[in-house]
Nanobody, 124 residues
Framework: EVQLQASGGGLVQAGGSLRLSCAASGFSFDDYAIGWFRQAPGREREGVSCISAGERSTYYSDSVKGRFTISSDNAKNTIYLLMNSLRSEDTAVYYC?????????????????WGQGTQVTVSS
């Protein structure tokens, strides 16, 4: 059974940083891509960042490129999202998610497993 446990959200001032963690179980990082999505109030869920199986490639949405960094610790079956230079528009519930194959996923439609969300609130 695939399980994803996200943590690390919170309240931070604009310009600050947060690091999200997602502890995963029930599958191998060598077999499936895993990443982060977010959903702000009144908006559709969107892909933020993803790392392919075997860490061959990464994806960042244009809105976070240069500010966010995704990484993985295979020994701990955990991925991280380091978020720097946070802006008020980054406020959302962030979800850890697993795709259906090895390639990075950018659309919610490509997700096979969702974790519970963690709230990130950036105050201006």
């Amino acid at each position: 059974e695939v399980q994803l446990q996200a943590s690390g959200g919170g309240l931070v001032q604009a310009g600050g940083s947060l690091r999200l963690s997602c502890a995963a179980s029930g599958f191998s990082f060598d077999d499936y891509a895993i990443g982060w999505f977010r959903q702000a109030p009144g908006r559709e869920r969107e892909g933020v960042s993803c790392i392919s199986a075997g860490e061959r490639s990464t994806y960042y949405s244009d809105s976070v490129k240069g500010r966010f960094t995704i990484s993985s610790d295979n020994a701990k079956n955990t991925i991280y999202l380091l978020m720097n230079s946070l802006r008020s528009e980054d406020t959302a519930v962030y979800y850890c998610a697993v795709g259906g194959n090895t390639r990075v996923v950018v659309s919610p439609k490509q997700i096979h497993y969702w974790g519970q969300g963690t709230q990130v609130t950036v105050s201006s």
